[in-house]
């Protein structure tokens, strides 16, 4: 009897443990990405498949990768959800949390290239499961543009001349 009051105790806290830093890392993480992403929006990110033609840009492929893994009370609670069926609202940020990141990572290679936007860009998702804990591989990769020119980069300036 006390060996299954112990389990359960246990159970209880790593429950209550998960939820409390699972929020407050979570929480985190997406006040990060929004500075993140404040600070590199002037590389837009599109997803069209053609480039265009009207500036003369040296291409590339950029990626960015992330493993995001969720907390014990996510994977509780979808365990539950899995049971009654419906949307598993816990993964649903995880997964934002992925993308995001991933963009941002992308966008950090695409800027240390000299690139001024990315388009075509594409997501890989795969999950990785150890154990009851679940976590989920995100890989966004598009084609970064970098201008060749003075003229590309800054075509007001080389108009006014």
Do not use: W
């Not at 830093?21 to 990060?32: Q, S, V, Y």
């Not at 590199?40 to 590339?60: G, K, L, M, N, S």
């Not at 997964?95 to 990141?101: G, Q, T, V």
């Amino acid at each position: 009897m006390n060996s299954l009051m112990i389990q359960a105790g246990v159970a209880v806290v790593l429950l209550v443990l998960g939820y409390l830093f699972g929020r407050l890392a979570e929480k985190r993480h997406f006040k990060k990405l929004i500075e993140r992403e404040a600070a590199t929006q002037h590389v837009p990110v599109v997803a069209t498949r053609y480039p265009p033609e009207d500036r003369a840009y040296d291409q590339q492929l950029v990626s960015g990768n992330v493993v995001i893994a969720s907390d014990y009370f996510k994977a509780f609670l979808a365990g539950l959800i899995n049971i009654f069926g419906g949307r598993v609202t816990p993964f649903e940020s995880m997964l934002d949390r992925a993308r995001r990141e991933s963009v941002l990572r992308m966008k950090d290679a695409a800027i240390a290239l000299g690139a001024t936007y990315v388009f075509n860009i594409k997501f890989e998702t795969s999950r990785i499961a150890t154990g009851k804990v679940a976590a989920m591989e995100v890989l966004a990769y598009g084609t970064a543009m970098i201008p060749t020119s003075e003229e590309a980069v800054r075509p007001e300036i080389a108009h006014e001349v």
